[in-house]
Structure formats: C-alpha cells, structure tokens
C-alpha cells in the first residue's frame, strides 16, 4: 500500500465549476501537508502548505486536512482554463532530521471553456 | 531572485551508461533534495543534500549517488543505467532540512534505452 494514495482522473470540467481533489494518507507520522500544481513538462510549483488539521484559503484555492480520517482536498472554486495541469497532493512526517516529501500520483485536471 | 536552474533539458543514455545531472539551488537555500519522477507518477524521493553531507535518503539502490558544492549547487549521478531510470529527475531546494517549502526546478528528462 502507499503511503499517499490519490485517483489519478482524469478530471475533466467545464470553466467556472469547483473542482474537488482528494487524497488519503496511511502514515500517522504525517504533519505537514502540500499541493503541488504541474503543467507539462515543468517542474510542482508549491500551491497550498498546510501544518496539521484545519483549513487553509488563499484566493480561489482551499485546503482541507483531516487527520482523524486521513483525508487531504484541495478545493478550487471558478475553475479555469488556466487550471487545467496535474495536481499532486505531498505529506511530511515531523521530528525527522530532513525533509522528504512523499507524493500521491496525481490527478490530470482539465478545465474546458 | 533565481529559482531553481537544472541542466540539461533532455538526456538520452543507453543501458550500462553513466549519468551526472545538475542542479542549482534557489538563492539563499542551503539545502537540495532529489526526486525521480516516472511517466504517470508522483515524485519519489531519492536524498537530501545538506552543508554538502546526504542527509536522508529515500530507497534507491546505491548507483543512484550525489554530491553538493560550497555554492550549495548539487549534481546526482546514476551509474549502470537501467531501462527504468527513465524518468523526470526533480531537484527540489529549500532553507534548511525541515523547510516548510521546497521549490522545484524543471527537472532533467532521461531516457534510457
């Protein structure tokens, strides 16, 4: 089993609708919790950080951890085109020494006009 | 501010080759982090360089080698290619071992045949 499971979609949704990402963790030593955007052929840019349970919102962007079901979702709400890239959810676990990232899959989101 | 600058683009090796990838961190990180990313995957975590000592590393054989610089700049090596070392390589940099955020460059795409 992996340590971050996430549906790889695709996901496909016309322009202004909210999209919903969902990943699922097994490891309970995760504390901190990222969303990385990927457009193809160029590196994860840092969308969301999130440190333990709760939410987080910037601009059209929400992050949701729960940690009681080990649950990770990033909301986007008035989808765009501009969107349209792979989102990976990431987990680190706290009190290690360095910081290793462990990655979901990634889902292919497609936002049409 | 100079973000994180990898080279070279594109590699193509055949099996048994040696390989040295380069990376240099973001201004001001003192800390670089190397991922593998297969076709359809997420990135998975190869090690930590850190005050130019590995500091941490995920489970890859011991061909797969790096080294960091004063500058903090970095170089992975991978001797004996196989055909499954096919894959974006990711250098991630970050302040410190335990940053809350790594910054990733456009990776180094290698195709081994």
């Known amino acids: 089993q992996k340590e971050v499971e996430q549906d790889p979609g695709p996901l496909s949704v016309p322009e202004g609708a909210i999209v919903s990402l969902n990943c699922t963790y097994s490891?309970?030593?995760?504390?901190?919790f990222m969303w990385y955007r990927q457009y193809s052929r160029k590196g994860p840019e840092l969308l969301m950080y999130t440190y333990s349970s709760g939410n987080k919102e910037d601009g059209r962007f929400t992050a949701q951890v729960d940690k009681s079901s080990k649950y990770i979702s990033l909301f986007i709400r008035d989808s765009q085109p501009s969107d349209s890239a792979t989102y990976l959810c990431?987990?680190?676990?706290?009190?290690?020494?360095?910081?290793?990232?462990?990655f979901g899959q990634g889902t292919i989101l497609t936002v049409h006009p | 501010e100079t973000g994180v600058t990898q080279s070279p683009t594109h590699l193509i090796k055949t099996r048994g080759q040696q390989v040295t990838l380069r990376c240099s961190s973001q201004s001001g990180h003192n800390t670089v982090s190397w991922y593998q990313q297969a076709l359809g995957q997420g990135p998975q975590f190869i090690f930590q360089?850190?005050?130019?000592?590995?500091?941490g590393r995920g489970n890859f054989p011991p061909r797969f080698s790096g080294l960091q610089f004063p500058n903090y700049s970095s170089e992975l090596n991978v001797n004996a290619l196989e055909l499954d070392d096919s894959a974006l390589y990711l250098c991630?940099?970050?302040?410190?071992?335990?940053?809350?955020?790594?910054?990733f460059g456009p990776g180094t795409r290698l195709t081994v045949l």
């Open positions: 360089y850190y005050r130019e000592e590995e500091n």
């Open positions: 490891n309970s030593a995760f504390q901190y």
């Open positions: 990431a987990s680190r676990a706290g009190g290690t020494s360095y910081g290793k990232l462990t």
């Open positions: 991630a940099s970050s302040e410190g071992t335990r940053a809350d955020t790594q910054y």
